[in-house]
């Protein structure tokens, strides 16, 4: 079985530039969670998807950040400007279902470095 | 703000010592309480996780401990291998949305 995949692996940027990451989930998982990883911290949730509905983007800058899976399966995280503290990893991750014991599978993540 | 705190931050171990990471939590709504491991340059993939209505959980080397009325739980890795060389994140969950809440890692050394 084909695990997440995301793309690109790794971006570098200035302050104040565009950015996106891609994100192919598992086939056949319905939820799609964006994660950001600060060094040295945990994942923090970014935005939930249930199919093509966000469920949970309650800890998303929407004055900068976007996200999108259109025909619930992709999906594209935008940032529009960047800033110097966007630099973190952003994890792609896809479960079965929204329940609690539907483990969250998780891709290899997408550095972005902000100059 | 940070609902499920974790430590120690590092630590060093022995190969065949034991590997002790403690979490501790604040909202009593947590129904779920998974442990995922990270290698460098991947995702976090689950380890081991546990329902608060279970005191411990094992599954081979690893340990869940949870402790409800002190709203603590931990991972021990029993027998630490330099292949456990990782990091540990704790994570806690609630409500039938899945939203997670995670620790902030423990980096885990095991020496030959």
């Known amino acids: 079985e084909a695990g997440v995949a995301q793309s690109p692996r790794y971006k570098i940027i200035e302050k104040r530039q565009s950015v996106a990451f891609w994100c192919n989930p598992i086939?056949?998982?319905?939820?799609l969670y964006w994660y950001q990883q600060i060094l040295g911290q945990g994942p923090k949730l970014l935005i939930q998807?249930?199919?093509?509905?966000?469920?949970?983007d309650s800890q998303l800058p929407k004055d900068r950040f976007s996200a999108e899976r259109l025909k619930g399966v992709d999906s594209t995280l935008k940032i529009q400007p960047a800033k110097l503290e966007d630099s973190a990893v952003y994890l792609c991750?896809?479960?079965?279902?929204?329940?609690?014991?539907?483990?969250?599978?998780f891709g290899p993540g997408t550095r972005l470095t902000v100059l | 703000q940070q609902q499920v705190k974790q430590s120690p931050q590092s630590l060093i171990v022995q190969k065949g010592g034991i590997s002790i990471i403690n979490c501790a939590y604040e909202?009593?709504?947590?129904?779920?309480f998974p442990w995922y491991q990270q290698f460098p340059g991947k995702g976090p993939a689950l380890l081991i996780a546990?329902?608060?209505?279970?005191s411990e959980k094992k599954e081979g080397r690893f340990t869940i401990s949870f402790n409800k009325s002190a709203k603590q739980f931990s991972l021990h890795i029993m027998d630490s291998q330099p292949g456990d060389s990782a990091t540990y994140f704790c994570?806690?969950?609630?409500?039938?949305?899945?939203?997670?809440?995670f620790g902030a890692g423990t980096q885990v050394v095991v020496t030959p």
């Open positions: 991750a896809s479960s079965l279902g929204p329940g609690l014991e539907n483990e969250q599978f």
């Open positions: 086939s056949g998982h319905a939820t």
């Open positions: 998807f249930q199919n093509n509905g966000v469920v949970d």
């Open positions: 909202n009593t709504a947590f129904d779920y």
């Open positions: 546990i329902r608060p209505d279970v």
């Open positions: 994570a806690a969950i609630t409500d039938s949305w899945g939203k997670f809440q």
